[in-house]
């Protein structure tokens, strides 16, 4: 079983590297898929993973597959060849490694290097990205059944889990920042945390250890869930194997919408190459279920009668939940402003990074008001203000998301997600419309990982995080860059660092005090 740091992939980011051409298919076609039983039967049998389930009957119809449309993926790499990447400054051999989903040694052995540590701008290196197999073409899933978009919103986890009163996830309690919470509501608080169907969630619970259909699980499905046994004493019990399994995801999706992700090593260290014709959401399910099996057991779970057969079994079809295209090629950002008073002075502190977590789309930036102190968490008296007219969708923990659309749901159209805001002296709740510039709440520590006082802001569209500057990403579909009171925001390929520049005006991110990160009156 491979751990999460070690998730092999391969994120051709490099300037450099690869380049993109071609156009997308106009092709129209139907592929019916016949789903046989055991798959499900008179008695509700569905295969999982590794053992017949009970599944409840249901009345889905024999599935029709209406493919995602294959995306815009031509590329100079040849996933059966190695790599030749030229060392820029400030890299290291472990990231290097990292980046391309090998070990240190493997590129020592294969360089003859002398030492590891030393390393020559432009030095050129043949990282050993060769493979001998491709990975199954099937599409599993549209892109958007991956995220929390338009296809969920008139989707309830409590309403649909009434079908399974008795079924072990129904019963489930964990306790979570000082309260119980039950299962439907850690799948529900997941999902919204990295905007992933939850739909997914469910149909993934009941495929690796049937908490749907069973009401007793074994013990190690109760503390494992997702089969992923790594960390024993970290990531365990439902709220952290679920966690585990949405960062995974989002490395699969993102990688794949954005960085180029062509290979991926599986739970018996064997390497393979990613199917060059499947979509976004198929790569980010075949990533996560191959992070615990074996090539056999991958391309059985990745085919029609795998993880498919159990989301049939449970949903229907998935392609019947398509939204096409789910990021239009046209996108533009609505005009947003500085989440801040004009009259006050905050610091640019954080550059382009994961809108939650890193394997997200770098769609991030952290900013801090004068008034806190350098270090440390405390409750500043500066507000945050809304960045443009909208309805304050989610208002909760750390957390407030402002819908610009306007319908309150926020899988639909533009959203702005806020973090680490205070609970206390909030000024808004959910239902609220507010105006550019009306308080939304006061930086905090609250939510997600803080070590100090900040602002996290990031957009989404259709439940997609956006990424703040893909000037340089290998992008199967363009996104528009971040725009903040005509400031554009640039990513330096490395998470957090980047810059903010307006005609020619420079700033950039740092975790300091300094003129270079500062915005003032005079910036709007």
């Known amino acids: 079983m491979k751990q999460l740091q070690n998730l092999t992939l391969i994120f051709l980011t490099l300037s450099g590297l690869i380049s993109f051409s071609g156009c997308s298919s106009n092709r129209s076609y139907v592929v019916l898929v016949t789903v046989t039983p055991p798959l499900v ?7 999982g993973h590794g053992s017949a389930v009970s599944i409840p009957p249901t009345s889905a119809p024999t599935p029709t597959y209406i493919p995602t449309p294959d995306p815009t993926r031509t590329s100079i790499v040849n996933p059966t060849e190695n790599q030749i990447y030229f060392v820029q400054y400030g890299d290291t051999l472990g990231a290097i490694a990292s980046w391309f989903g090998v070990s240190v040694e493997a ?10 540590n030393i390393l020559s701008v432009g030095q050129q290196l043949i990282i050993p990205t060769a493979i001998e197999v491709i990975g199954p073409g099937f599409k599993i899933i549209p892109d958007s059944e991956l995220v929390f978009g338009p296809a969920l919103k008139d989707f309830d986890v409590a309403g649909f889990m009434s079908r399974f009163p008795d079924s072990f996830l129904a019963q489930y309690q964990e306790e979570l920042n000082g309260r119980s919470w039950s299962g439907i509501e850690i799948v529900e608080r997941v999902a919204l945390e990295q905007s992933i169907s939850p739909r997914l969630f469910l149909a993934l ?3 690796e250890s049937q908490w749907l259909s069973l009401s007793e699980v074994p013990e190690d499905a ?3 869930p997702m089969q992923y046994y790594e960390y024993p004493g970290r990531i365990y019990n439902l709220y952290k194997q679920l966690d585990w399994a949405g960062k995974v995801l989002q490395t699969g999706y993102y990688g794949w919408r954005l960085r180029g992700l062509s290979t991926v090593i599986l739970g018996d260290g064997s390497r393979v190459g990613l199917e060059p014709s499947i979509n976004a959401g198929t790569a980010a399910v075949q990533v996560l279920l191959g992070q615990t099996r074996s090539y056999e057991d991958w391309t059985l779970a990745s085919g029609v009668n795998g993880f498919f057969s159990t989301y ?4 229907g079809d998935p392609f019947s939940y398509a939204v ?3 990021i239009p090629p046209d996108l533009t950002q609505p005009a947003m402003q500085f989440p801040w008073d004009p009259a006050e002075t905050w610091y640019y502190t954080g550059g382009p990074h994961g809108g939650w977590g890193s394997s997200s789309a770098w769609a991030a930036l952290d900013f801090v008001p004068s008034d806190t102190v350098d270090i440390g968490c405390s409750v500043s008296p500066s507000y945050t203000t809304a960045v443009a007219d909208g309805v304050i969708a989610r208002s909760e923990y750390g957390i407030v998301v402002l819908d610009l659309d306007g319908d309150g749901f926020e899988g639909t159209g533009w959203t702005v997600f806020y973090l680490h805001l205070s609970s206390e002296n909030r000024p808004v709740v959910e239902g609220q419309a507010v105006k550019a510039g009306d308080p939304i709440g006061h930086p905090a520590c609250e939510g997600g990982v803080s070590y100090a006082t900040h602002l996290h802001i990031a957009r989404r569209y259709n439940g997609e995080w956006i990424p703040c500057d893909c000037s340089t990403c290998n992008a199967t579909i363009p996104t528009p860059q971040l725009n903040l009171s005509g400031w554009l925001a640039y990513s330096f390929n490395s998470e957090y660092d980047g810059s903010l520049i307006k005609d020619e005006a420079y700033r950039e991110a740092c975790t300091c005090r300094e003129p270079f990160n500062t915005f003032g009156p005079e910036d709007w």
């Open 41 to 47: 039967t008179e008695t509700g049998t569905s295969t």
């Open 324 to 326: 096409e295209p789910l």
């Open 107 to 116: 590129i020592v052995a294969i360089n003859n290097l002398p030492n590891e």
């Open 222 to 224: 109760r503390f494992y």
């Open 205 to 207: 619970l009941e495929y």
């Open 312 to 315: 049939v079994a449970l949903f």
